[in-house]
């Protein structure tokens, strides 16, 4: 089993990002039966857990468990493919599995490398500078399997913020500035990327958008603040509060929605009570006394809109999101364009897996790029799975890739099967 970081994906971060959310399923549905024997688990498998409850009394557990750290190999893999074939050659009279699957990962030595330079610097001193700072870069190296289950899962490839998964105009050279934040992951360093910035342009409006907002809701009480919301959906959110697995999400953040709707209507009641206070001043009085300010909403939304162009001027900090509507979209109104200013724009515009690791292999994905056309996530490459998201849905929780395990399983012992007679 090849990691790049420590096991527990997004579930172990999100336990520090927001531990109180509901993980929305039981643990009957979110755990294994043989992990559960293997660390004794004794919670009630009826009970929905939060995600923290989940982490600690069974996750965490299960990757502290004596038998997993000897399966782990630290490293990114890179690529995929078959020792020898290419996707087009046949090996006369057997299958394809007659040829091992070669992983090519990253061993990054980092700590090792550490370690060892303290026991034995004056290696290190003869080694010289440059064999150390190449060493210090990592290096590829590989190993040969029979089968290969790719459960990389799709949060480390986020989409970019322009249409139809692509990117937006000057979007790809804009990444430079440091400005343009990408997907779950960005969730973080939210902290620091909300104290370098006064406005915030959010792109999308599906589970990450719905963290994020919540995620800046203290930020969001200095009145200084604002954030624009640009989303594809008529409605902001819809998908969202209509898929009961996001039960516990959508009532956080439709409560923060209300609470900063109820602020802007409390601040437009006392606007007007101001101005006509104002306004019956005598003319003099009034003369020398400044008309109040009205509010302006500090929580704006874009919807039926796409991301065309993000820009930065010369003369002016900041980016400049440029969004446009479509007729065709929520309620029908003309096509309009509208430009939006922001310090910082975090784009949540949904995931794809990374499919060139696989590049050299028979693969066959559905269109929505999250995972292989087949259900139990086979591909026409024998022995290739991709362990995941399911073609029926964009959901990607943890009871759908646990209810692949046993298909997989399935069709990998269909390699070991006898026929009828044989011995
Ligand atoms: C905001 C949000 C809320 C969610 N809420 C819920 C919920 O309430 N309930 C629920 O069941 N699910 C929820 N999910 C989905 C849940 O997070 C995923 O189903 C779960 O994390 C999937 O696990 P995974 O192991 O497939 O992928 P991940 O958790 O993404 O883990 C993938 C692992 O693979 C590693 N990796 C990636 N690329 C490589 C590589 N090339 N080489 C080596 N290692 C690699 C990563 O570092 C990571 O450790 C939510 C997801 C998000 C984003």
């Not at 579930?11 to 043989?34: A, F, G, Q």
């Not at 007659?98 to 290190?124: C, T």
Request: glycine share 8%; aromatic share 8%.
């Amino acid at each position: 089993m090849f990691c790049r970081e420590r096991l527990g994906g997004a579930v172990r971060k999100m336990s520090s990002l927001m531990p109180e959310l509901s993980m929305e399923h039981p643990y009957k549905d979110i755990t294994t039966e043989t992990a559960r024997t293997q660390i004794g688990f004794a919670g009630d498998l009826e009970k929905v857990p939060t995600v923290a409850e989940f982490w600690n009394d069974y996750l965490a557990q299960v990757i502290d468990h004596s038998v997993l750290p000897s399966l782990v190999q630290k490293g990114e893999v890179l690529r995929v493919h078959k020792r020898f074939l290419n996707p087009e050659e046949e090996v006369e009279g057997r299958s394809r599995l007659a040829d091992l699957f070669r992983v090519i990962w990253k061993f990054d030595p980092g700590s090792v490398l550490k370690d060892s330079m303290k026991e034995n610097p004056e290696l290190f001193n003869k080694l010289g500078e440059t064999v150390v700072a190449s060493l210090e870069k990592g290096y590829e190296k590989f190993e040969d399997f029979d089968l290969v289950i790719d459960g990389r899962g799709v949060l480390s490839s986020p989409l970019p913020m322009g249409p139809s998964q692509t990117e937006a105009l000057n979007e790809i050279q804009l990444r430079e500035t440091g400005n343009i934040h990408y997907g779950f992951h960005s969730l973080e360093n939210a902290d620091s990327i909300l104290e370098k910035s006064k406005s915030l342009c959010i792109v999308g409006s599906g589970v990450t958008a719905a963290m994020w907002l919540l995620k800046a809701s203290e930020w969001m009480k200095n009145p200084e603040h604002s954030i624009s919301l640009v989303s594809t959906e008529g409605v902001i959110f819809q998908g969202m509060f209509a898929n009961p697995s996001h039960r516990d999400l959508s009532y956080k953040l439709n409560k923060y929605l209300e609470e900063m709707l109820l602020d802007y209507e409390k601040a437009c009641e006392a606007y007007q009570k101001e101005i006509h206070a104002w306004r019956d001043l005598d003319s003099h009085v009034r003369a020398k006394t400044p008309q109040p300010q009205e509010p302006v909403p500090r929580f704006d939304v874009y919807h039926g809109c796409n991301v065309s162009a993000v820009d930065r001027l010369l003369d002016r900090e900041g980016l400049f999101v440029t969004c446009e509507t479509v007729d065709f979209r929520g309620e029908r109104r003309q096509i309009e364009l509208k430009t939006l200013g922001c310090d910082s724009i975090i784009v949540c515009t949904g995931y794809v897996l990374d499919q060139s690791m696989s590049r050299g292999l028979r693969t066959h994905f559905h269109h929505h790029g999250k995972s292989s056309e087949c259900e139990e996530g086979t591909h026409p490459e024998a022995g290739f799975y991709t362990l995941g998201a399911r073609k029926s849905g964009d959901r990607y929780d943890l009871k759908e890739g646990l209810a692949q395990l046993p298909q997989i399983e399935k069709n990998i012992l269909s390699f070991f099967s006898r026929s009828e007679g044989d011995q």
